[in-house]
């Protein structure tokens, strides 16, 4: 075998050999922050949350994350939410009107400040575009479905 392959053979080796010391180890022993995040999620409405993805949200809480949920329903719909135990902060809605757009984005933007979101969750076309819009100006992290 060459050198040059030899030495590209313990560059590798190595890196591999760290990789795997940490990778053994419990995430809490070199990832402090992997513990607790506060997470936010923004939907369209409460409902999905109460059937869709309620199974996702009970996870999080259960895992020990701190799980807003930044959306719009009725009042009996938010009522349900907090009896299973949902942080749930009301947004209202936006139509096409771009007056509604921004008080919409305002309204998002000063509950995820609010929350101090460490990481956006965003469900369906218009928390995703006005949501990634905000969480880019923020710096939160978002994932889009």
């Not at 022993?29 to 996702?56: C, G, H, M, P, Q």
Request: proline share 3%; with cysteine; hydrophobic share 40%.
């Amino acid at each position: 075998m060459c050198s040059i392959c030899q030495n590209r053979r313990k560059r590798i080796f190595g890196s591999q050999l760290v990789f795997n010391i940490f990778r053994q180890k419990p995430a809490e022993l070199f990832l402090k922050e992997a513990k607790k995040r506060n997470i936010a999620i923004i939907e369209n409405n409460i409902i999905s949350t109460l059937t869709v993805r309620s199974k996702l949200t009970k996870v999080l809480m259960n895992e020990g994350h701190k799980v807003t949920i930044l959306t719009t329903g009725t009042e009996q719909q938010f009522q349900k939410a907090k009896e299973q135990g949902f942080d749930v902060i009301d947004i209202n809605t936006s139509s096409q009107n771009p007056a509604d757009i921004l008080r919409y984005m305002k309204n998002v933007h000063q509950s995820l400040k609010k929350t101090k979101a460490d990481v956006c969750l965003t469900f369906t076309i218009r928390p995703a575009i006005w949501g990634n819009l905000i969480t880019r100006i923020l710096g939160i992290p978002t994932i889009t479905n």
